[in-house]
């Protein structure tokens, strides 16, 4: 079964626009953490948002916010003024159980997102 | 954040030669680190697991003799891809996470793209 769900594989929104990129996630260990990789066409992968199983509020990240719904299973990425330099593709991933080094990664299938001028 | 350092970031080669990419973290110490294989608009693979001073641990269906990987410093990891095949083009990202415990996010270098011919 897959750990992580992106639904959405790809989107658009308009500049300035905000937009929710849907995540979704499946773990039966009570410790895990959320986050967010931003792909470029460059290729890099670049680290945009953290959220932790324990985590009382939800993490934000200047533009960017993540609406963790810990009883539904979803981390979803919310871009508030779009620009049009955040188009690229969206990961969504799970790290199960403490954060030791990086191990235990699961990366979602991914969301092309599109600005459009 | 920490930084994690890839090279080359293109290569290309004849079929049978092998190739050699590197990972560097730069700015912190990294007793594991973790490579991944990207096919076109797909989401990250991991491929194996590279651990300081010792053997690397492959990810079943990944070949440990066509994918070398020595991590001799806790600074550097690299992967060989002996023998190269048509089939081995693809894009490889290494990561690290510099800390235990916290976050655990990870790291990415900024990708190598083989090509072969």
């Known amino acids: 079964a897959q750990k992580i769900t992106q639904t959405q594989p790809g989107m658009f929104v308009q500049e300035k626009e905000a937009v929710t990129l849907d995540c979704t996630y499946d773990?039966?260990?009570?410790?895990?953490?959320l986050f967010w990789y931003k792909q470029p066409s460059s290729g890099e992968m670049i680290f945009l948002i953290y959220q932790g199983s324990y985590d009382q509020q939800n993490a934000t990240e200047g533009r960017y916010s993540l609406n963790f719904q810990k009883a539904r299973k979803s981390a979803n990425l919310v871009i508030s003024a779009s620009q049009l330099g955040d188009s690229a593709m969206y990961f969504c991933a799970m790290r199960e159980g403490p954060g030791n080094y990086g191990q235990n990664f699961v990366f979602g299938p991914g969301t092309r997102l599109s600005v459009l001028p | 954040g920490a930084v994690v350092s890839q090279h080359p970031s293109w290569v290309i080669c004849k079929s049978g030669t092998s190739v050699k990419i590197e990972c560097r973290s730069l700015d912190f110490q990294a007793t594991t680190m973790f490579w991944y294989r990207q096919f076109p608009k797909q989401s990250l693979m991991l491929m194996a697991t590279s651990n300081e001073g010792s053997k690397a641990t492959y990810e079943q269906g990944v070949e440990k003799d066509k994918f070398l990987i020595n991590h001799a410093s806790l600074t550097l990891s690299t992967l060989t891809v002996t023998s190269a095949h048509p089939e081995d083009s693809s894009f490889y990202i290494c990561s690290a996470s510099p800390r235990e415990g916290s976050t655990g996010e990870l790291f990415f270098g900024e990708g190598s793209r083989l090509t072969v011919l």
């Open positions: 773990t039966s260990d009570p410790s895990y953490g």
